[in-house]
C-alpha cells in the first residue's frame, strides 16, 4: 500500500500550537474570538477559508499568525502512535507520502527532529507550486511520479478537505476523526487512533 498522509492534525498533534497563535493573532488584530468557533471552523474548513469567510486582514492576518506558530513550532509534537504506526506499515511494504499546507523544510525539520524522516519518501508542501486540497493535483503527482497503483493508494487526514482530495483523485481515504464534530464526510474507512491504521491494512 501507498500511503498518503496529511501532516497538522493527523501525524503530527499540531493544533495546540497552531490555536495558541491563532488566539494571539487576533488579540494583535483586537478581534474577540471564540476559541471553541475557532477550531470547529479551522477543523472544519482551513485557516485560509476562515480568513476569506471572516473577512480578515489580508495578507496581514496570515503572515502575523504564521509568525507565531514559526515560533512556538517546536512545541509540536507527533502523536504517540505516529512512529510506530508508520514503521509497522512500511515493514508490511508500505511507502510513505507527506501532502500538507506547511512548507516543505518546516516539515522535515519536525521529522528529522523526531526521528521520522527515513519513513517518509517525499512530502508536498505549500511551497510546492500545486493547488491545495481538495484538488487532486499533488496525490496525482505522486502516483505519477513514483508510479503508485491507484487502487493500492490511501490519502490520510483529519479534515473533510484531506478526504475530498482522495476522492477528487480516486484514491482510498481514511478520516481520522479526533473531534467527533458530526461532519458529513464520505471515506473508505473511519479511525479515531492512527493504530487503527495497522488493523486496516
Known amino acids: 500500500m501507498n500511503y498518503i498522509w496529511d501532516f497538522d492534525g493527523t501525524l503530527y498533534d499540531t493544533y495546540p500550537i497552531m490555536m495558541k497563535a491563532l488566539m494571539r493573532t487576533f488579540e494583535d488584530f483586537d478581534l474577540q474570538k471564540d476559541q471553541v468557533d475557532v477550531y470547529k ?9 476562515m480568513i476569506i469567510d471572516w473577512q480578515l486582514p489580508i495578507p496581514d492576518f496570515d503572515q502575523t499568525y504564521h509568525q507565531y506558530e ?8 507527533p502523536f504517540v502512535e ?3 504506526t508508520l514503521k509497522k506499515l512500511q515493514e508490511k511494504g508500505g511507502q510513505h ?11 522535515w525539520q519536525l521529522l528529522k527532529r523526531d526521528g521520522l524522516d527515513s519513513l517518509i519518501v517525499e512530502i508536498i508542501g505549500s511551497d510546492s507550486n500545486f493547488p491545495r486540497k481538495p484538488d487532486p493535483a499533488a496525490i496525482n503527482y505522486f502516483i505519477n511520479n513514483h508510479q503508485l ?7 490520510i487526514g483529519d479534515r473533510k478537505l484531506d478526504i475530498e482530495a482522495g476522492n477528487n483523485a480516486d484514491v482510498q481515504t481514511v478520516f481520522f476523526d479526533l473531534d467527533f464534530l458530526g461532519q458529513e464526510i464520505t ?9 487503527e491504521m495497522v488493523q486496516i491494512f
Do not use: C, P, W
Not at 471552523?41 to 477559508?49: D, G, L, P
Not at 497503483?149 to 490519502?155: A, E, K, L
Open 41 to 49: 471552523k479551522i477543523k472544519e474548513e482551513s485557516i485560509r477559508q
Open 70 to 77: 514559526a515560533q512556538q513550532n517546536k512545541g509540536s509534537f
Open 82 to 84: 505516529a512512529k510506530d
Open 97 to 107: 507520502f507527506i501532502l500538507t499546507h506547511r512548507t516543505v523544510e518546516s516539515t
Open 149 to 155: 497503483d491507484r487502487s493500492q493508494t490511501v490519502m
Open 187 to 195: 471515506a473508505t474507512y473511519f479511525i479515531n487512533n492512527l493504530k
